[in-house]
């Protein structure tokens, strides 16, 4: 049996991300915080909404859940992470803003500002 250290752990880790990305990397992606302060906070209201703006528009886009991430203060957090574009983060998120995000965002590129608390760069 092979002992396995950190360096071959964050090798795997590495070419694991690298797998998962490339496997949606034609598809948009809406992340949905879900975690028990997410879920306080309203986020299985937007998450409905965000399916429901989706299913009206007839949009294929990955649509995901995630838990805490410690930035409760901020939920609910959606992510919008497009093809080639950095990650972007929306915080304190109604479902009224559901439209806002599908629309601006996800449909025609346009970053729903007011609601921005992050963005991030591709692995």
Do not use: W
Not at 73 to 96: C, N
């Amino acid at each position: 049996m092979k002992l396995v250290n950190r360096e071959d752990l964050k090798k795997y880790r590495e070419e694991a991300q690298k797998e998962i990305f490339s496997r949606n990397s034609e598809n948009t992606r809406v992340i949905v915080g879900m975690g028990t302060c997410g879920i306080a906070a309203g986020a299985r209201e937007v998450m409905a909404a965000i399916h429901e703006e989706l299913n009206k528009r007839n949009l294929e886009v990955i649509v995901d859940k995630t838990g805490c991430i410690g930035m409760c203060e901020q939920e609910p957090l959606v992510d919008v992470q497009k093809p080639g574009e950095p990650r972007i983060t929306y915080g304190k998120v109604k479902p009224a803003d559901a439209a806002r995000i599908i629309v601006g965002h996800v449909m025609h590129g346009n970053i729903v500002d007011d609601l921005v608390i992050a963005r991030f760069e591709e692995i």
